[in-house]
């Protein structure tokens, strides 16, 4: 089945760094786009970055431009997130996202559990 695992959350005052991983199973990882998500209590759910392979493309939320960078490693089916100058306002569970087709033009959704990133002082 389908798994994504995220881990490298804590704690760090601003300007400090983490780095999140994102650990896949369960299909062919090197086909699919992933994506990095963000929640903070009582806030919508937000994309914070994506990489496509199909497309090439790599966005970001420009809260997080030239802070933030998205990577992935086929090899070892996971993706990462080098976050740097770290700001309170970053403070949410991050999520790991992909979607996959299941077949009559139909899609799922597939979220890792959810990292916690606190940016304090």
């Known amino acids: 089945q389908v798994q994504l695992v995220e881990s490298g959350g804590g704690s760090v005052q601003p300007g400090g760094s983490l780095r999140l991983s994102c650990a896949a199973s369960?299909?062919?990882?090197?086909?699919?786009?992933m994506s990095w998500y963000r929640q903070a209590p009582g806030k919508e759910r937000e994309l914070v970055a994506g990489?496509?392979?199909?497309?090439?493309?790599?966005v970001y939320v420009p809260s997080v431009k030239g802070r933030f960078t998205i990577s992935r490693d086929n090899a070892k089916n996971t993706v990462d997130l080098q976050m740097n100058s770290l700001k309170p306002e970053d403070t949410a569970v991050y999520y790991c996202?992909?979607?996959?087709?299941?077949?009559?033009?139909?899609?799922?959704?597939?979220w890792g559990q959810g990292t916690q990133v606190t940016v304090s002082s």
């Open positions: 996202y992909t979607k996959l087709t299941t077949g009559g033009g139909r899609s799922s959704d597939y």
């Open positions: 369960g299909f062919t990882f090197s086909r699919n786009a």
């Open positions: 990489f496509s392979s199909l497309s090439g493309q790599t």
